[in-house]
C-alpha cells in the first residue's frame, strides 16, 4: 500500500483526498492548522514557511507526494508577496529537497497564463498578470527544473468544503441563497470547472502511471459562473430571483481573466479517459449539497 503525503489537508481538495483514500493508502496529511472534523488518520501541522523540511522526513517517506497547498485568495497573495512566494512556490523546491525520490505532483492553475488566453495548452506560454499566478508559476519552475520525478497538473476545481470554517465559490453562492442574500454572478467569465470528487479520480490514475511533467486536467466543457450557478441553484430549488447577472469589470490593481479555460484533450487523449462535463459536474455538486 502506498504511502501518500498530502499538503494543504485544510482545504477544499486536501481535506477530500484524505478522506476519499483513506481506506485507499497510508495517508499522511499537513495543514498549517487543524480543524474540529479532520478525517485525517496520520495528521502533522505543519507551517510550509518553516526553513527546515527535515521534521517531515523523519515523520513519513512517502512514495507519492500532493502538493495541494496554496495561498489561493489573490487579494492576499498581492499584499503579500513574499508570502505567497514562499509557500506557493519555494515550498516545492524544499519538498523536493528533501524527498528527492518521492513522485511530486504539485497541483496548479490557469491564473499563469496570460489574461483572457482561451483554452490554454499545456504548451502555452506562462505570463501571469498577478502576484498568485507568478507564485505558482514559481512552483512549477521549481518542479520542471529541480524534480526527477515531479509533475505539474493544472486544473480549475469546484466542491465543498469538509473543514466548516471555508467557504469555496460553490459554497458561497448556496449559502447566500439559503440565506435569502442576493447575489451577483458574472455571465462574462468562463472556466472549464471539475469536481473534487471527479478530479480525486483523474489524481488517482495520475498517482498510479507515467505522464508527461505537465497535464491539464479540468471540466470537459465551458461556461460562465453564472450559468453554472443558476443551473445549481435551479437544480436545488433555490430563489433564482436572488440571482443578478453581472460583468466582470476590472475596477482595482489585481487583473482577474474573463477566460479561465483550460484546453484539457491532450490529458484525454494520452489516458484514455473521459472528463466530466457540465452534467456530470451538476449531477455530483447537487449529490453533495442536498
Known amino acids: ?83 505567497a512566494m514562499l509557500v506557493n512556490g519555494e515550498s516545492v523546491k524544499k519538498l523536493i529537497e528533501v524527498f528527492p525520490e518521492s513522485k511530486l505532483i504539485f497541483i496548479s492553475t490557469d491564473a499563469v497564463f496570460p489574461l483572457n488566453t482561451h483554452l490554454a495548452g499545456e504548451k502555452t506560454k506562462t ?5 498568485y499566478g507568478k507564485s505558482k508559476e514559481l512552483g512549477e519552475k521549481n518542479i520542471l527544473n529541480l524534480a526527477r520525478n515531479g509533475y505539474v497538473i493544472r486544473t480549475t476545481i469546484i466542491g ?21 442574500k442576493m447575489i451577483n454572478l458574472y ?13 480525486a479520480q483523474e489524481l488517482e490514475w495520475i498517482i498510479n502511471n507515467k505522464v508527461p511533467k505537465i497535464l491539464h486536467v479540468a471540466g470537459d466543457e465551458i461556461i460562465s459562473k453564472y450559468t453554472l450557478g443558476y443551473n445549481l441553484a435551479k437544480k436545488l430549488n433555490l430563489d433564482l430571483n436572488l440571482i443578478k447577472k453581472g460583468k466582470l469589470i476590472q475596477k482595482d490593481k489585481i487583473k482577474r481573466s474573463k477566460d479561465q479555460t483550460l484546453d484539457c484533450s491532450y490529458y484525454q487523449s494520452i489516458s484514455k479517459r473521459n472528463l466530466p462535463n457540465i452534467k456530470d459536474t451538476l449531477e455530483i455538486l447537487v449529490k453533495n449539497y442536498k
Not at 455571465?187 to 478530479?199: G, K, R, V
Request: with cysteine; charged share 15%.
Open 1 to 83: 500500500m502506498k504511502k501518500i503525503l498530502i499538503t494543504g489537508t485544510s482545504g477544499m481538495l486536501g481535506a477530500t483526498l484524505v478522506n476519499l483514500w483513506n481506506k485507499k493508502y497510508h495517508v499522511y496529511a499537513t495543514s498549517g492548522s487543524n480543524f474540529s472534523n479532520n478525517p485525517a488518520v496520520f495528521f502533522k501541522e505543519f507551517d510550509l514557511k518553516t526553513r527546515n523540511y527535515q521534521s517531515l522526513l523523519q515523520w513519513v517517506k512517502p512514495d507519492v507526494i500532493l502538493h495541494c497547498a496554496a495561498i489561493t485568495s489573490h487579494e492576499y497573495c498581492q499584499n503579500n508577496p513574499k508570502e
Open 127 to 131: 505570463i501571469p498578470s498577478t502576484i
Open 160 to 180: 465543498k468544503n469538509i473543514n466548516t470554517r471555508k467557504q469555496s465559490f460553490v459554497e458561497w453562492i448556496i449559502n447566500s441563497l439559503r440565506g435569502g
Open 187 to 199: 455571465d462574462n467569465t468562463l472556466f472549464t470547472p471539475i469536481s473534487i470528487w471527479h478530479f
